[in-house]
Structures are given as structure tokens and as C-alpha cells.
């Protein structure tokens, strides 16, 4: 099982865009931002693997569905 | 106001403390600077029955919409800050949802128990003539999600199969 995907949590999981800057608020209106946490199709990218905390991670799922809602950001990408 | 719209006041209306809101609307591109000021007016005198204040508007211009709403592909933004109780809120939606030009509107609580009187509006006559006049193109539209080089989080699929085999 391992020998398929060599090193592949370590290779995935990058330093946070939020841990570099402290003063960065996740905002529903700011939808630069959220395309970070999204993947190409447009599904959040999970704390694992972006590496945010819980409690960003909340902030960031919370923020993604209002951005949804206005249309913001895209609820699935074909 | 309760009688008039058969609302029950809210709690934080009876505290005498208000809270502050944020809505964002979303006009139908066709909207022109006449009809956003009508609608604008129109909810001023809204707000002032509430005893609410409206303390900024602002047009973010006509932008793309992410999916297309009501055969609109694009949309005019509008994001309004407010400071009332929640009989404004209901009241306000319900006059958003029978103006036709709304295509969608989005409400968030921002602040509880603030201090109405600490918070100026800056709205003016001559601010709403320049918010109704969207500016003229906002920020290029980002190109299509697709093209971006996704460093990290590719091929999501991938990853979801991985998660349900067992």
C-alpha cells in the first residue's frame, strides 16, 4: 500500500497561507482568498492537507458556503 | 411597528440595544443609476420606520456571477451595513423579495449589542449618486478556476476515491 504513494502526506500537506500572516481574516466576501482551500473542482480542501488548524478550518468551510450563496465562488466546477 | 407589520420585536429591541447587519444584494445587470436609487430611497424610508440606520452602502459594479442566477450571468453587487433589530431584517427581506430587480440577497449579523449613537451613518445625497453610478469596470474577472496552476490540490477525485475504499 505504501510502496504506491511514496511520501505522498508529506509532500501534500504545505505550510498554512494563514500561518504566515497573522492579521489575514477569512472572509466570505473575499473570495481570493477561499479559492486557496479549493480544489479545481471546487471542494474544500481538507485541514489535513492544506494544513490549517481547526479552528481555520471551520472559519474557512463556514465562509466557503455564504461565498457559494452569492455566487462568489462556484458551487461545483465542470 | 409591531402593529403595522404583525412582527413581534425583537430582544434586543426591547434591551434598547440594537445589533449591526450586513446584507449583500445582487441586482439584475440591466439595473440602471435611476433604478438603484429608487430602490435605495424606497428602503430608506423602510429603515427609518424601524427605527434602524443604514450606516454605509457600498456598489462593488456589475460583476460575473459564479453560476448563473435567474438567466443572469452577471450582477450588480451591492453590500449594505445597518445597525436595527432583527424586525428590520425580516422587514427588509421581505421588500427585497418582492422588487423584481433582486436577484439574491444574502444577510449576515456582523456585531451584537452595539451602541447605536457611536456609530455615524455616512450616508449622504451626494454619496448615493455616486454609489448608484456603479463604477465603471471593477477588477478583471479571474479566468476560469480550471486554468489556475493548483500547486498542492490537484485531482481531488483522486483523493475522494482513496477515502471511500475501506
Do not use: C
Request: zero cysteines; a neutral charge; aromatic letters at 6%.
Amino acid at each position: 500500500m505504501s510502496d504506491d504513494k511514496p511520501n505522498r502526506s508529506s509532500s501534500r500537506r504545505s505550510s498554512s497561507l494563514l500561518a504566515n500572516d497573522k492579521t489575514l481574516v477569512i472572509d466570505y466576501k473575499n473570495p481570493q482568498l477561499l479559492k486557496a482551500f479549493l480544489t479545481d473542482r471546487g471542494k474544500v480542501v481538507p485541514a489535513r492537507i492544506s494544513g490549517v488548524s481547526a479552528r481555520q478550518q471551520r472559519q474557512i468551510t463556514k465562509a466557503v458556503k455564504r461565498a457559494r450563496m452569492l455566487a462568489l465562488i462556484p458551487y461545483t466546477v465542470q | 411597528m409591531s402593529d403595522i407589520s404583525g412582527q413581534v420585536l425583537s430582544v434586543s429591541a426591547k434591551k434598547g440595544t440594537k445589533r449591526e447587519y450586513e446584507t449583500i444584494l445582487i441586482l439584475r445587470p440591466s439595473s440602471n443609476k435611476t433604478n438603484i436609487l429608487d430602490l435605495i430611497h424606497k428602503m430608506q424610508a423602510v429603515f427609518d420606520k424601524f427605527g434602524a440606520r443604514i450606516i454605509k452602502i457600498e456598489n462593488w459594479g456589475n460583476r460575473t456571477l459564479a453560476y448563473s442566477i435567474k438567466r443572469s450571468a452577471t450582477g450588480i453587487y451591492l453590500y449594505w451595513r445597518y445597525i436595527g433589530g432583527s424586525d428590520i431584517v425580516h422587514e427588509f427581506e421581505r421588500n427585497l423579495r418582492i422588487t423584481d430587480a433582486v436577484l439574491r440577497f444574502y444577510t449576515v449579523k456582523v456585531d451584537e449589542d452595539v451602541d447605536a449613537t457611536a456609530r455615524p451613518s455616512e450616508i449622504t445625497e451626494d454619496l448615493l449618486q455616486t454609489i448608484s453610478e456603479p463604477p465603471p469596470e471593477p477588477e478583471p474577472e479571474p479566468e476560469p478556476v480550471r486554468d489556475e496552476p493548483h500547486s498542492v490540490f490537484s485531482n481531488d477525485d483522486e483523493e475522494g476515491l482513496e477515502e471511500g475504499v475501506p
